[in-house]
């Protein structure tokens, strides 16, 4: 999201907890975890400023020893939202999310950071879900605010944003190349045709986030429709989908991936989901940027590329593209309009007459539904 300043970091309401309480907490918790000589000692709790807004994210240090080894290293909790805390989505599993990572790992080598340990009561020193991971160093692109107009990824020559979106769409393609993946993760499997089940799920959650609270969108419910109407003929085999797909959820080294994140939207379904979220995502900054008068990046993240380098990847040929583009938009049009409506709950926004606007890519999404966007 941006404010009249693009460049300015935008403050968010978060849950709110006392950070100098946990340590101490942590720390007995986290005893019961090791096999610790001594309860460990925990330190540098903090809240990374860059979070996402869908849950809350804890760093914290935690040393001890093992039959007088040095143990610990860096870590990382992530925590459900809370039901004050206005959540971004109806039901937050975590214990999919664990899973998910974990049979990831297994099965590919697509950096996924090391998984510690799963809560799933509310038990505990954080008072809610939460699985903790090994703390992974490196760089992301950051959304808030967008890299299309400063840091590292807009300093970068063409050909390192390139090398960059190679990479990204090869950690796609060895997500999808996993074999028997409703074997692999039966939490993500389902009845039916698994885009259909899919698409279901994206108007349930329109429903929750909006529309049963009488914030109805004319255009979302438009895009319904035009999907509806336009359904592709043959949605392919399924693959697992990463959900969340891009790279501002991966940690990078320089260009090439070293910690794949936030699996919440995971899902079995069609391999275009991927594709077109990666591509989505990237346009909605870009068009940001050239609302703002600024270039961007539009050498980064083409249509084009990353549908050659797919089919280099996998092997497979992407399909109606434009109905997953369009697709992609009306989801990521969920996600905004429930986050208007958030910043609305906090007092960091103002209601508006038109319910369209609660898009902030409704130009964009406006102009899929003409078949007038512009890629390449």
Same mark, same amino acid.
């Given at each position: 999201m941006t404010s009249a300043d693009p460049n300015q970091r935008r403050q968010l309401t978060i849950s709110e907890m006392d950070l100098d309480l946990l340590g101490a907490e942590l720390a007995e918790w986290l005893g019961g975890k090791v096999a610790a000589d001594a309860q460990p000692k925990v330190t540098s709790v903090t809240r990374p400023q860059a979070g996402g807004m869908s849950s809350t994210t804890l760093l914290f240090d935690a040393e001890w020893t093992e039959q007088g080894a040095a143990a610990g290293g860096s870590f990382v909790a992530r925590l459900a939202p809370t039901a004050d805390s206005f959540p971004v989505f109806e039901k937050y599993d975590l214990a999919t999310q664990f899973a998910v990572m974990a049979a990831v790992a297994e099965a590919t080598d697509v950096p996924v950071p090391p998984l510690c340990w799963l809560e799933t009561g509310t038990d505990n020193p954080l008072h809610a879900p939460f699985f903790v991971m090994r703390r992974m160093e490196g760089r992301v692109p950051e959304d808030n605010p967008p890299y299309v107009f400063l840091g590292w990824l807009f300093d970068a020559t063409p050909e390192q944003r390139y090398e960059l979106t190679r990479n990204t769409i090869e950690v796609i393609a060895k997500l999808h190349a996993i074999e028997d993946p409703v074997a692999k993760f039966p939490a993500l499997a389902g009845e039916g045709n698994a885009l259909r089940r899919h698409f279901e799920a994206q108007k349930a959650w329109y429903d929750w986030a909006l529309a049963r609270d009488g914030y109805r969108i004319p255009l979302l419910e438009r895009t319904f429709e035009h999907l509806e109407q336009n359904w592709p003929a043959d949605s392919g085999p399924d693959v697992l989908s990463w959900g969340d797909a891009r790279p501002g959820n991966i940690m990078f080294d320089e260009f090439s991936p070293v910690a794949v994140l936030d699996w919440e939207m995971a899902a079995i379904g069609p391999r275009e989901l991927d594709v077109a979220w990666t591509l989505l995502i990237h346009r909605f900054f870009q068009d =940001? &940027?050239?609302? #703002?008068?600024? +270039? /961007? %990046? +539009?050498? @980064?993240?083409?249509?084009?590329?990353?549908? &050659? $380098? @797919?089919?280099? #990847?996998? /092997?497979? *040929?992407?399909?109606? %593209?434009?109905? @997953? $583009?369009? @697709? &992609?938009? $009306?989801?990521? /049009? =969920?996600?905004? &309009? *429930? =986050?208007?409506? *958030?910043?609305i709950h906090f007092g960091e926004d103002t209601d508006t007459a038109d319910r369209d606007d609660y898009v902030m890519h409704r130009p964009l999404l406006e102009a899929l539904l003409d078949g007038t966007y512009s890629w390449d």
């Amino acid at each position: 999201m941006t404010s009249a300043d693009p460049n300015q970091r935008r403050q968010l309401t978060i849950s709110e907890m006392d950070l100098d309480l946990l340590g101490a907490e942590l720390a007995e918790w986290l005893g019961g975890k090791v096999a610790a000589d001594a309860q460990p000692k925990v330190t540098s709790v903090t809240r990374p400023q860059a979070g996402g807004m869908s849950s809350t994210t804890l760093l914290f240090d935690a040393e001890w020893t093992e039959q007088g080894a040095a143990a610990g290293g860096s870590f990382v909790a992530r925590l459900a939202p809370t039901a004050d805390s206005f959540p971004v989505f109806e039901k937050y599993d975590l214990a999919t999310q664990f899973a998910v990572m974990a049979a990831v790992a297994e099965a590919t080598d697509v950096p996924v950071p090391p998984l510690c340990w799963l809560e799933t009561g509310t038990d505990n020193p954080l008072h809610a879900p939460f699985f903790v991971m090994r703390r992974m160093e490196g760089r992301v692109p950051e959304d808030n605010p967008p890299y299309v107009f400063l840091g590292w990824l807009f300093d970068a020559t063409p050909e390192q944003r390139y090398e960059l979106t190679r990479n990204t769409i090869e950690v796609i393609a060895k997500l999808h190349a996993i074999e028997d993946p409703v074997a692999k993760f039966p939490a993500l499997a389902g009845e039916g045709n698994a885009l259909r089940r899919h698409f279901e799920a994206q108007k349930a959650w329109y429903d929750w986030a909006l529309a049963r609270d009488g914030y109805r969108i004319p255009l979302l419910e438009r895009t319904f429709e035009h999907l509806e109407q336009n359904w592709p003929a043959d949605s392919g085999p399924d693959v697992l989908s990463w959900g969340d797909a891009r790279p501002g959820n991966i940690m990078f080294d320089e260009f090439s991936p070293v910690a794949v994140l936030d699996w919440e939207m995971a899902a079995i379904g069609p391999r275009e989901l991927d594709v077109a979220w990666t591509l989505l995502i990237h346009r909605f900054f870009q068009d =940001i &940027a050239t609302r #703002f008068d600024q +270039p /961007g %990046l +539009p050498d @980064y993240m083409r249509r084009s590329h990353v549908e &050659a $380098l @797919y089919e280099e #990847f996998s /092997g497979h *040929r992407v399909k109606d %593209l434009d109905w @997953y $583009l369009t @697709y &992609a938009a $009306l989801r990521h /049009g =969920i996600v905004m &309009a *429930r =986050i208007k409506r *958030r910043m609305i709950h906090f007092g960091e926004d103002t209601d508006t007459a038109d319910r369209d606007d609660y898009v902030m890519h409704r130009p964009l999404l406006e102009a899929l539904l003409d078949g007038t966007y512009s890629w390449d």
